[in-house]
């Protein structure tokens, strides 16, 4: 069945450094590809998305490029500040019946100022 | 705006008590899920409603049942509860089954305490 393959956390970041979390997939077809955040105390959000191959997702300076040739989803920030201390998850949405969103482990972010 | 509601957000049970969670949402969407989040295991889930008047299994459903009482409430009830269903529980819901590309919206969890 559909899976995804998260970079194993906690992360510990100094403040303006470059952010990257890796993301692997595995599913049949042409999935969709996601990045959710979740902040201390609160539900899951929406940060960014890609629906086909070679789209990039972008939102509030993070970005993630869909690459099918390597099935992953790596998400990206320049200059990470403190208040993007968060745990980030990565998801797809896939083909022929398999839509319901599958979710990765989650990455527990740190950044220290 | 309030999106999708979810009570209680904190609860502390007995083993071998029941409870229902009440997860609400406003924005006429056809579809709700339940999710179970754990350390280092990510949101599994537990159950799902495509529309209003239906219901099917997720990943890990064993001890749990839901009721789709209309198009805005989906509830989870544990009947016999477990120090195994101690998590945080995340009530969602998308416009269709089929529109996961536009994104799920997520209640901010109930965070559960099986004794």
């Known amino acids: 069945g559909d899976s995804v393959t998260q970079m194993e956390g906690p992360v510990t970041l100094s403040e303006e450094a470059f952010l990257t979390i890796n993301c692997t997939y595995t599913?049949?077809?042409?999935?969709?590809l996601f990045w959710y955040v979740q902040y201390p105390g609160e539900g899951l959000q929406l940060l960014l998305k890609a629906t086909k191959a070679d789209d990039k997702g972008s939102n509030k300076g993070f970005e993630a490029t869909y690459r099918k040739e390597t099935t992953s989803f790596h998400l990206e920030k320049g200059s990470v500040q403190v208040s993007d201390s968060a745990v980030y998850f990565c998801?797809?949405?896939?083909?022929?019946?398999?839509?319901?969103?599958?979710f990765g482990t989650g990455t527990r972010l740190t950044i220290i100022p | 705006n309030a999106g999708v509601t979810q009570t209680p957000k904190f609860q502390v049970l007995k083993t071998g008590q029941s409870m229902t969670l009440q997860c609400a949402q406003d924005?006429?969407?056809?579809?709700m899920y339940w999710y179970r989040q754990d350390p280092g295991m990510g949101l599994r889930l537990i159950y799902y409603?495509?529309?209003?008047?239906?219901?099917d299994k997720g990943e890990v459903p064993n001890g749990y049942n839901v009721s789709r009482l209309n198009k805005r409430e989906f509830s989870l009830r544990l009947e016999s509860a477990a120090p195994s269903q101690t998590s945080v529980y995340f009530c969602a819901s998308s416009e269709a089954l089929n529109r996961a590309n536009y994104g799920y919206t997520f209640g901010s969890g109930t965070r559960l305490t099986v004794v």
């Open positions: 924005m006429n969407h056809n579809s």
């Open positions: 409603s495509a529309s209003e008047g239906t219901t």
């Open positions: 998801a797809l949405s896939g083909n022929f019946g398999n839509e319901k969103l599958t």
């Open positions: 599913a049949t077809g042409y999935p969709s």
